[in-house]
């Protein structure tokens, strides 16, 4: 089994006007092959789907994309989102609440958010080939938006061992890793830069590999980090953005990332990078000096956490250092 996790896709403001002329396939660029060749492609959808809403008042950045636009998602592969993170509500409850619609009309699972409490917690839960995966999501970003027993929003939990959220994601997926195969932990959470994970984050991401995570998917800064294996989970401590139409930082270079490719063979995982970054609104597969500085700039940070990342044909090869 094969899963594609990428970061942040945002199909919001310039993105979804793009999409009124163009393809649903348009985003992904050059790289749909590499998505296409899975069994399913994890993402982190940093827009809302929905037709209706106003922007939330005294909100900067706020982003929609119309709910048509759930073929984008479908025209990649993709089998799970999280929307545990600081747009889903971007448009309101009633916005929100058309994006779960959308979502399972499409067939796509979801976990993060949801309208109350218990449905922002349940774990989305997929067959792939011969395997059942799961997917817990939670975030430490806008804790005004927690869900609860009668408001919709986010699984908000902060990545802190000694805090009861935290502990209730830790339960959730102790009980789901008695009842798939895979468990994946989506975690939107910390600051928007910083090449490094927060020593909070490495701690956390302990904890849930010792709870029985398979996979700590990390996001919401704008810039990747590096890959750690804790026992048998791989820890992806952000996955960056995939798809928006942010203006570039030439320093940290938000327009650079990867696919993050998890291969299960004969109960051990290999894991494979491809470096993308984004041009004209969509992803496209990293070339030239680019994809060396990329490339370069990962296997520094995965050495700083006792990761080996080697050449492969498709990008880096990673294993336990």
């Given amino acids: 089994m094969r899963l594609a996790f990428v970061g942040d896709v945002m199909l919001g403001r310039l993105v979804n006007r793009a999409l009124q002329t163009r393809p649903p396939t348009d985003p992904w660029g050059d790289v749909l092959p590499v998505l296409q060749d899975t069994d399913g492609v994890l993402c982190n959808l940093e827009c809302v789907l929905s037709d209706r809403g106003a922007p939330w008042p005294g909100k900067l950045f706020t982003f929609r994309s119309d709910a048509r636009n759930v073929r984008v998602l479908q025209a990649a592969g993709v089998r799970a989102v999280s929307l545990a993170n600081n747009h889903v509500l971007d448009f309101g409850d009633a916005a929100l609440l058309d994006c779960l619609d959308v979502l399972d009309r499409a067939g796509i699972a979801r976990a993060g958010a949801g309208r109350d409490a218990e449905e922002a917690q349940r774990p989305a839960r997929w067959t792939c080939l011969t395997k059942q995966v799961g997917l817990v999501a939670f975030t430490d970003n806008e804790p005004d938006w927690e869900a609860t027993p009668g408001r ?170």
């Avoid at 195969?181 to 975690?187: F, N, Q």
């Avoid at 990390?218 to 995939?242: N, P």
């Fill in 152 to 321: 919709p929003g986010v699984f908000f939990a902060p990545p802190d061992p000694e805090d009861p959220r935290f502990r209730r994601v830790l339960e959730i997926t102790c009980q789901l890793a008695r009842q798939v195969d895979v468990v994946v932990v989506s975690a939107h959470w910390g600051p928007n830069w910083g090449r490094r994970p927060l020593p909070e984050h490495r701690t956390a991401a302990r904890h849930l590999a010792a709870a029985g995570a398979h996979v700590v998917w990390g996001h919401s800064a704008h810039i990747v980090r590096g890959v750690e294996f804790v026992d048998r989970c791989v820890v992806l401590y952000s996955c960056g953005d995939f798809v928006d139409d942010y203006a570039v930082d030439e320093v940290e270079r938000n327009d650079w990332s990867f696919v993050f490719l998890l291969d299960w063979r004969a109960g051990a995982v290999e894991v494979e990078l491809v470096p993308t970054v984004i041009r004209h609104f969509r992803a496209q597969r990293a070339s030239g000096w680019e994809r060396e500085a990329i490339c370069q700039r990962m296997q520094e940070l995965c050495t700083e956490l006792n990761t080996w990342a080697e050449p492969s044909p498709q990008g880096l090869r990673l294993r336990p250092g």
